[in-house]
C-alpha cells in the first residue's frame, strides 16, 4: 500500500493540472479580493464571504473531480491499473489509494484558496481584525467533506464506469444539474427536514438554504457533515463495488 501510495502521490504532483489548480486557486481569491476592495473600499475582510463560498463550490469543486477524474483515468487507458495488479497490488489497495492521494490533492485545493484569500485580504488593506478563525476553520471543514462527498466521490464513481478522461463532461454537468432538485425543493418546501438533508448533501444546492455555511457563521454544521459524507461514503462504495467487478483484461 505505500508504495501504491508513494507512486500515485508522485503522479499527483508531477501533473502540469495539478499546478495549474494551485495556480488558479491562488488566482481567484485575489481576483476577488481585489475586486471587492475596488468596489467597497475600506470593507471587513469577510464581506465577500458568500462569493468567497460559491467560487469554492462552484470552481474549486470542479477542479479537484475533474483533476482525480483525468489521473485515473489515464490508469485505466494507459494499462497502469493491470501493471498494478501484476506487481501483486489489491484492487481494495488500488482503490482505497485513490481516495488518499486525492482527498491530499482536495486538503491542499481548499488550504491555499483559503490561505491565498486570508492574506491577499490583508496586503489589499481589509480589516482583519473582524476575522474569526473559529468561524474559518468550521467552514473549511464543512467545506472539506462537502467536497468529498460530492465532487471527489462522484468522479470516482464516474471514472471506474466509464474510464475516459473526456468524461469530466459528464461530471461537470452531473456535479453541476445534482444542485438543480435540492433548489427546487427548498423553494416549495423551505421548512420541510426532508429537503433540508437533501440540501446539505449537495455543495451547491446547499448554496440556496437561507442558512447556509458562509465564511462567517454557521447553522447546524455538524448536521450538514453528517449528510454530506454519507453521501459520499454510499458514492465510494458503489465505486468500489464497481471496481472489484470490472473488467480489466
Known amino acids: 500500500m505505500s508504495k501504491l501510495l508513494r507512486a500515485d502521490l508522485s503522479v499527483l504532483f508531477r501533473s502540469k493540472l495539478f499546478y495549474g489548480m494551485i495556480f488558479l486557486c ?24 458568500e ?42 489497495d488500488i482503490f482505497f489509494s485513490w481516495i488518499i492521494v486525492y482527498s491530499v490533492e482536495m486538503l491542499i485545493a481548499i488550504i491555499v484558496f483559503f490561505g491565498v484569500f ?34 471527489l466521490a462522484l468522479s470516482i464513481l464516474i471514472t471506474v464506469i466509464l474510464p ?23 423553494e416549495m418546501y423551505p421548512d420541510s427536514i426532508i429537503v433540508k438533508i437533501i440540501n446539505r448533501c449537495f455543495a451547491l444546492s446547499y448554496l440556496s ?19 454530506s459524507l454519507a453521501f459520499g461514503l454510499v458514492l465510494m462504495t458503489i465505486a468500489k463495488l464497481r471496481f472489484d467487478r470490472k473488467d480489466l483484461k
Do not use: Q
Not at 26 to 49: F, H, K, M, Q, W
Not at 62 to 91: P, Q, Y
Open 26 to 49: 491562488i488566482l481567484l481569491p485575489t481576483v476577488t479580493n481585489l475586486e471587492v476592495y475596488l468596489s467597497e473600499p475600506g470593507a471587513p475582510l469577510l464581506a465577500p464571504s
Open 51 to 92: 462569493t468567497l463560498t460559491m467560487f469554492l463550490c462552484m470552481l474549486v469543486g470542479n477542479f479537484i473531480g475533474g483533476l482525480a477524474l483525468v489521473l485515473i483515468s489515464a490508469e485505466f487507458t494507459s494499462g497502469e491499473i493491470r501493471n498494478k495488479l501484476i506487481m501483486g497490488h489489491k484492487r481494495s
Open 118 to 151: 486570508l492574506v491577499s485580504g490583508a496586503i489589499i488593506g481589509y480589516d482583519m481584525s473582524v476575522c474569526n478563525i473559529g468561524d474559518m476553520l468550521m467552514n473549511m471543514l464543512v467545506i472539506t467533506v462537502m467536497f468529498f462527498g460530492n465532487s
Open 164 to 186: 475516459d478522461p473526456k468524461a469530466f463532461i459528464i461530471f461537470y454537468v452531473l456535479y453541476e444539474a445534482l444542485a438543480v432538485p435540492g433548489i427546487l425543493l427548498y
Open 209 to 227: 438554504l437561507e442558512d447556509r455555511t458562509l465564511i462567517v457563521g454557521f447553522d447546524e454544521p455538524w448536521f450538514t457533515i453528517a449528510c
